[in-house]
């Protein structure tokens, strides 16, 4: 269960309670409604949209006394969520602003392939691209993906269909859902096609 404590004088943390009682911080806050408010939504609250400097702003005018020149800036929360890399799942946690690249390459009976995916927090939504290449004897390969998930949407996606549902190295065992990326930009190119006339 998230939960917010205050960890200094105005200032407020968001964040939650391992088994082992190790506290995992998600967000800081220099006001305790805005902690609250964050808490509330990562425990599934059921607004839609998670918080923003602008849903603060607005909770803000309409507390009586409360206005917006004796409030600190508030920190954006942490993107969450599961994805598929190496083999097994792994569950990424980015900072607002924090870029994360992944890859990897390896040789084949007729050349070499590659991978790179690179996730990047973008404020509101996450940013995933995923670039592939290759050379075999046909000559070389490339593609491009662009996708995008808004942080509201990051767990209300789908279960990867023929892979496990569980993850039973976490306590308690965690269903894997992935995050509802929606496809913005995609290419690919194999230049022996292209020659060929495909």
């Not at 995933?128 to 004897?137: A, K, N």
Request: a negative charge.
């Amino acid at each position: 269960m998230w939960v917010y404590i205050q960890s200094e004088v105005n200032f407020w943390t968001v964040g939650f309670y391992g088994p082992d009682g190790t506290w995992h911080t998600d967000s800081d806050h220099g006001h305790r409604e805005d902690a609250r408010f964050t808490a509330a939504w990562l425990n599934g609250s059921g607004n839609t949209l998670p918080p923003t400097p602008e849903t603060y702003g607005e909770m803000a005018k309409r507390k009586k006394g409360n206005t917006m020149t004796d409030r600190k800036q508030v920190v954006p929360i942490n993107a969450r969520f599961w994805t598929y890399w190496n083999g097994d799942f792994v569950k990424l946690t980015l900072k607002p602003g924090q870029q994360i690249l992944l890859s990897v390459s390896w040789q084949t009976d007729e050349g070499y392939e590659s991978e790179a995916k690179s996730y990047a927090h973008q404020g509101n939504e996450v940013t995933f691209l995923i670039d592939s290449s290759g050379r075999d004897c046909d000559g070389p390969s490339a593609s491009h993906e662009t996708l995008v998930c808004a942080l509201a949407e990051l767990h209300s996606g789908c279960t990867p269909p023929g892979q496990k549902l569980h993850r039973s190295d976490c306590e308690p065992p965690e269903t894997i859902i992935y995050p509802n990326w929606r496809l913005v930009d995609a290419y690919q190119r194999d230049v022996f096609a292209e020659r060929m006339g495909y």
